[in-house]
Nanobody
Framework: QEPLVESGGGLVQPGGSLRLSCTTS????????LGWYRQAPGEQREVVAL???????TYGDSVKGRATISRDSAKNTVYLQIDDLKPKDTADYYC?????????WGQGTQVTVSS
């Protein structure tokens, strides 16, 4: 079983919104910093948003003011919502769980922003 299971990608029009979900085990959810990264073709992977166990969040400059990361302890799920999507948001989005040297990655979900 994959430790991180993502869903919610797809084709979105510019100006629209999307919400990505990442579900994990209770152990990972309770102990790891959870986050989202993205990688566009030909680009390096970059951080989109991170959220701690205490729900402190940080955002990458590229989405600051447009993104919200949240976590639902009842569902062991972390969400990423991005509003006012732009073509430059097109990328593969990856869920990440980190705790010291322990790191898990999801399989990635593709987001395409295009009219």
């Amino acid at each position: 079983q994959e430790p991180l299971v993502e869903s919610g990608g797809g084709l979105v029009q510019p100006g629209g919104s999307l919400r990505l979900s990442c579900t994990t085990s209770g152990s990972i959810f309770s102990n790891y910093v959870l986050g989202w990264y993205r990688q566009a073709p030909g680009e390096q992977r970059e951080v989109v948003a991170l959220i701690t166990i205490g729900s402190t969040s940080t955002y990458g400059d590229s989405v600051k003011g447009r993104a919200t990361i949240s976590r639902d302890s009842a569902k062991n799920t972390v969400y990423l919502q991005i509003d006012d999507l732009k073509p430059k948001d097109t990328a593969d989005y990856y869920c990440n769980a980190s705790w010291g040297m322990r790191v898990h990655w999801g399989q990635g979900t593709q987001v395409t922003v295009s009219s």
